[in-house]
Nanobody, 124 residues
Framework: QLVESGGGLVQPGGSLKLSCAGS?????????IGWFRQAPGKEREGVVC????????YYNDSLEARFTISRDNAKNLVYLQMNSLKPEDTAVYYC??????????????????WGRGTQVTVSS
């Protein structure tokens, strides 16, 4: 239902832009879309969510200065722009969709659909 792309290997201080495509969801703009990540040996953590009304909720406030979520409804895509990347940002990044999407779910709430993730590795 959801497909992430844009991950890869980047040096510390670099940037990546992840995309979340609704391959099975034709109207992503009706959903709240969240980004999550899971580092090796750690639990999955919420990063940020955007509601159907474009309200943004950072699940991890410490990432707000470097990570930005946005939508392109015409393309049925949601993005995660990540700047000033650090080695500790290394993780598999997942997007998830929740309906109805007028309010972002709590970070540990159940989302309806998940992607399979894209690997982000920050290393020199």
């Amino acid at each position: 239902q959801l497909v992430e792309s844009g991950g890869g290997l980047v040096q510390p201080g670099g940037s990546l832009k992840l995309s979340c495509a609704g391959s099975g969801i034709t109207t992503m703009d009706y959903y709240a879309i969240g980004w999550f990540r899971q580092a090796p040996g750690k639990e999955r953590e919420g990063v940020v969510c955007i509601s159907s009304s474009d309200e943004i909720l950072y699940y991890n406030d410490s990432l707000e200065a470097r990570f930005t979520i946005s939508r392109d409804n015409a393309k049925n895509l949601v993005y995660l722009q990540m700047n000033s990347l650090k080695p500790e940002d290394t993780a598999v990044y997942y997007c998830a969709a929740d309906w109805p999407g007028y309010v972002c779910p709590a970070p540990h709430a159940a989302y309806d659909y998940w992607g399979r993730g894209t690997q982000v590795t920050v290393s020199s």
